[in-house]
């Protein structure tokens, strides 16, 4: 059993101040919020890039599960970390009943067939600092386009990267999640459409392979959300909230977002709910505003 399988999401008792306490980072939380969760079939997650990022690590979990959160999810914040660093690391997400739910550090994507070695070679290293983490999830990029390269290529390189690292991965029971990118945050980038992401994901037909779907990068791509989260939940791993234009908190742009969140309770979708925006207030009280108001959206 590797180390991934110790690590257990223990959800705090209620929303407001916390405290340090005998090694133990304790969240009151309202019986109001209790009962939210309670009836909500998915979980709640912050991409820690976003936020807290002049805080020691260990100071930026504490602020996550102040503000109400479950899962933590990581891109590269390990890179220079030493075996110690991880065991501390995680010594403080047990602690805290926090969970590394998802994590990214890939250097190469799957798109481009003449990297596919590169990529392999990346994965299989990338597949130690997963364990480590005790992570069930790693992110997986398209890459770029490659001048002169038809997308028809492209699309069966995607496919035929992800069903040689579900090889690998499924050894592991490491869940392998694509991601789109919106063409104004990355012009180059090779899997801008979801509605494609989700071809990919069916054509690979794997257990361990599903589709991280970013609704910031769809609606600045193409739009109409909620009709492929219908079509496609079962190929859904992951989802990550940011609005539109901005990419700040739910309720500042043009996503409706309550509506997504309350289908996302209605398809029963049992993933994470990432929280990958840039808080325009105070990012504790901006993070558990969001929370709630997936947790009261997802109810209903």
């Not at 936020?51 to 999810?73: D, I, M, T, W």
């Not at 990346?122 to 999830?137: G, I, W």
Request: aromatic content about 8%.
């Amino acid at each position: 059993m590797n180390r991934r399988d110790f690590a257990r999401t223990l959800f705090g008792t209620a929303l407001g101040a916390a405290t340090l306490q005998q090694g133990a980072f304790r969240t009151a939380r309202t019986k109001s919020q209790e009962g939210q969760e309670s009836a909500v079939s998915f979980k709640l997650s912050v991409m820690l890039w976003t936020v807290f990022r002049n805080q020691p690590f260990e100071e930026r979990l504490e602020k996550v599960v102040e503000a109400g959160y479950q899962g933590v999810e990581l891109v590269g914040e390990f890179k220079k970390w030493s075996e110690e660093d991880f065991r501390k690391a995680n010594r403080k997400k047990r602690a805290l009943g926090l969970t590394f739910d998802a994590t990214a550090g890939l250097g190469h994507g799957v798109a481009d067939p003449r990297a596919r070695e590169a990529f392999l070679t990346d994965f299989r290293a990338m597949m130690k600092t997963v364990d480590q983490l005790e992570c069930p999830s790693l992110i997986v990029l398209s890459g770029n386009k490659v001048p002169g390269m038809t997308r028809e290529v492209q699309h069966q390189s995607c496919i035929e990267g992800l069903k040689r690292a579900a090889e690998i991965a499924e050894r592991q029971n490491v869940k392998l999640l694509l991601e789109n990118i919106d063409p104004e945050e990355n012009p180059n980038y090779y899997l801008t459409s979801v509605a494609e992401g989700f071809k990919i994901i069916e054509e690979v037909n794997h257990p361990q392979v599903k589709f991280l779907y970013d609704f910031f990068h769809e609606q600045l791509s193409e739009g109409n959300l909620i009709a492929k989260l219908e079509k496609n939940i079962e190929r859904v791993g992951l989802v990550h909230i940011a609005d539109v234009p901005g990419r700040h908190e739910p309720g500042t742009g043009e996503i409706n977002y309550t509506n997504i969140f309350k289908r996302l309770g209605q398809l029963k979708y049992k993933g994470y709910v990432a929280m990958e925006f840039l808080p325009t207030g105070d990012p504790v009280e901006t993070l558990r505003a969001a929370g709630e108001m997936a947790l009261r959206a997802g109810r209903s």
